[in-house]
């Protein structure tokens, strides 16, 4: 069965990729809700969230943020532990790319929890940070890809 792309433009749809990051990042991960929720998270900011559905269940989210006049910001990237391995995490930032181009941007920005490091270079991703940072108690890198 084909992932289904959803353009969150409702506050059920947004309350569904609010839940699974929470899943994957409140609960999984430890990372403070007060952290994770923030001034993009609603209807009306200047944020583009996207969800993933499969098999009749919400399954992924992400969303894309100006990071500066040319670039997008990748953020909020997850998939549920049951979705995993099954070509989500892909699907769901082609489709982030693909918005940042309608957007009419010419990078894609973002931070990688570094076990996710290699994944992101098989997509295309170039790490830019020199050493490892932190965010919420998580060792992230800097990665860049020009959007073609």
Excluded at 20 to 39: C, G, T, Y
Excluded at 50 to 69: D, H, M, P, Q, S
Excluded at 93 to 100: F, W
Aim: charged fraction near 30%.
């Amino acid at each position: 069965m084909a992932a289904e792309i959803i353009n969150v433009t409702t506050e059920e749809q947004l309350r569904e990729a609010l839940d699974i990051r929470k899943e994957v990042f409140v609960i999984e991960q430890n990372v403070p809700l007060e952290m994770e929720i923030d001034e993009y998270d609603r209807l009306d900011a200047d944020a583009h969230h996207i969800l993933i559905k499969y098999e009749g269940e919400y399954a992924a989210t992400g969303r894309v943020t100006y990071y500066n006049k040319d670039s997008a910001k990748m953020q909020r990237i997850a998939v549920r532990k049951s979705f995993r391995s099954k070509g989500l995490g892909r699907v769901l930032l082609i489709a982030m790319e693909n918005q940042a181009r309608e957007l009419k941007l010419l990078n894609s920005v973002l931070d990688a929890q570094c076990h996710a490091e290699a994944f992101y270079n098989k997509l295309g991703y170039v790490t830019v940070s020199d050493e490892p940072f932190d965010d919420a108690g998580i060792p992230h890198v800097r990665m860049i890809k020009e959007l073609q």
